[in-house]
């Protein structure tokens, strides 16, 4: 079970645009940065977005991500088929008292 | 550009140690703006994170790994090493190690390297 929630799977067609959601709490994503990072298959998980809502060099504006209160949101406008992938929140989590990285469960998007 | 590579054995025996080794090319682990972090994925499940180290030596793990753990640092050679004791079945994952800076951001990361754990 993890810290983050997020919706298992989510689906859009090409050119429309989709969005995925990280549910945290008041130790986490309500006082800290949120990332998303994007897997595809049999490779490593790689930054898309960072403190919230900013992106790395090389990521197109068509991600952008956004963060209210202890729940943050990865959007993805125009879709297209290399976007489909898994999608993983994460953040600091200050529950315990050295702290800790969480993450999401992970969501599939299926570009159909 | 800072490039991380993970090395190691890809089978270990249960109630064995795993040990694996990160190697740094492109810049320094001997850095006061960054966690030197490892990170495992089970099979077909989520990210879980295990531990950082930082340049002066200090680490801090996950509480629910946190009695098997020990993340090092060898500078003179420019890469962390994770052991992880008393290993079973779920310990079976792809370990992945990568840099962090103050705020925890995982960027960028190593390849991965898979490790199964034979009963």
């Known amino acids: ?112 | 550009q800072v490039q991380l590579q993970e090395s190691g054995p890809g089978l270990v025996k249960a109630s064995e140690t795993l040990s694996l080794t990160c190697t740094v090319s492109g810049g320094s682990v001997n850095s006061n703006n960054h966690y030197w972090t490892w990170i495992r994925q089970p099979p077909g499940k989520a990210l879980e994170w295990i531990g950082y180290i930082y340049y002066s030596g200090t680490t801090n793990y996950n509480p629910s790994l946190k009695s098997r753990v020990t993340i090092s640092l060898d500078t003179s050679k420019n890469r962390f090493s994770l052991n992880l004791s008393s290993v079973s079945t779920a310990d079976t994952a792809v370990y992945y190690c990568a840099r962090a800076n103050l705020y925890l951001k995982l960027d960028p990361w190593g390849q991965g390297a898979l490790v199964t754990v034979s009963s």
């Open chain 1, 1 to 112: 079970q993890s810290v983050l929630t997020q919706p298992p799977s989510v689906s859009a067609a090409p050119g429309q645009n989709v969005s995925i959601s990280c549910s945290g709490g008041s130790s986490n994503i309500a006082i800290n940065y949120v990332f998303w990072y994007q897997q595809f298959p049999g490779t490593a998980p790689k930054l898309i977005i960072y403190d919230n809502n900013e992106r790395p060099s090389g990521i197109p504006d068509r991600f952008f991500g956004s963060k209210s209160g202890s729940s943050a949101t990865l959007g993805i406008t125009g879709l297209q088929t290399g976007d489909e992938a898994e999608y993983y929140c994460g953040t600091w989590d200050s529950s315990v008292s050295a702290g800790l990285v969480v993450f999401g469960g992970g969501t599939k998007l299926t570009v159909l």
